[in-house]
């Protein structure tokens, strides 16, 4: 090992190269077969380190996005929910609704594939450099139990101010208590206009009252939400039974309309 390549490996690892390091060998071997200009070594090299940054960067963002699952809307079998309008999806997922804060909703019975369609979405805005934050009401519900313990709803609600795309998952499962309920209309105020929500539900919008256990803040939270979203309504059968359906052993029942 020469001198000059032992500075060079110093060089890299004080400049934490790492991706450099590691293929200065089989770069400089191929350079010398190719007869590469010491511009073009050069390049091939930061290629590949501005390469490897871009993919560390993607896997720590999607990591602190905290999603249940990996899937994008390639993974999305459009023909088993026909009421979903396919352009409206793709057009969402070009994220222009991210430039002005505005809202997604999606309602429908379980199953459908809204969290499938919002886990998507969120890992294309993550791919395209956004921070995303994922969490399910049930979750939250659990993590305001204990903020309210240890007096840190404040520092709860700064927290999910700050990513570009928050994506709640579940609302209306569980009814909402009154600190819950506060906090929802809090966050919803905060990031209005400034942060994009995804929200997911089984109830319609008629049906947030009884959640929230207040018809006022429940109309309060909708409005915010919805003045300006897109609201994707799902009737179909359950996305997870599809195949048992097709088969032609299981039919599931006519699913109420959502609004």
Request: hydrophobic fraction near 40%; avoid cysteine; charge should be neutral.
């Amino acid at each position: 090992m020469s001198l000059a390549y032992e500075r060079v490996l110093g060089h890299l690892e004080r400049l934490k190269l790492k991706r450099v390091s590691e293929l200065l060998d089989p770069i400089s071997e191929q350079a010398t077969k190719d007869s590469l200009s010491y511009l073009d070594f050069l390049d091939r090299l930061l290629e590949a380190e501005a390469s490897s940054r871009a993919e560390r960067r993607l896997l720590a963002k999607t990591r602190l996005a905290h999603f249940p699952f990996h899937k994008t809307l390639a993974d999305f079998d459009f023909s088993f929910q026909p009421s979903i309008d396919r352009k409206q999806i793709q057009e969402l997922a070009t994220l222009r609704f991210l430039a002005h804060g505005e809202n997604v909703i999606f309602l429908g019975p379980p199953g459908v594939g809204k969290t499938h369609l919002a886990v998507a979405l969120g890992m294309e805005a993550v791919a395209q450099g956004h921070n995303v934050y994922f969490i399910t009401i049930p979750e939250l519900l659990d993590e305001l139990t204990r903020d309210v313990q240890e007096n840190r709803l404040s520092e709860r609600l700064t927290k999910l101010r700050v990513p570009t795309l928050l994506v709640l998952d579940e609302m209306g499962y569980l009814p909402l208590e009154q600190v819950a309920t506060s906090f929802l209309f809090q966050l919803v105020s905060k990031r209005y206009t400034k942060g994009s929500i995804i929200v997911t539900s089984n109830k319609s919008y008629a049906e947030w009252g009884s959640v929230f256990g207040d018809e006022v803040a429940a109309a309060a939270v909708i409005d915010r939400l919805l003045h300006y979203s897109t609201t994707v309504n799902i009737r179909g059968d359950s996305y997870r039974l599809k195949d048992k359906k097709r088969a032609g052993v299981f039919t599931m029942p006519a699913a109420k309309p959502t609004a």
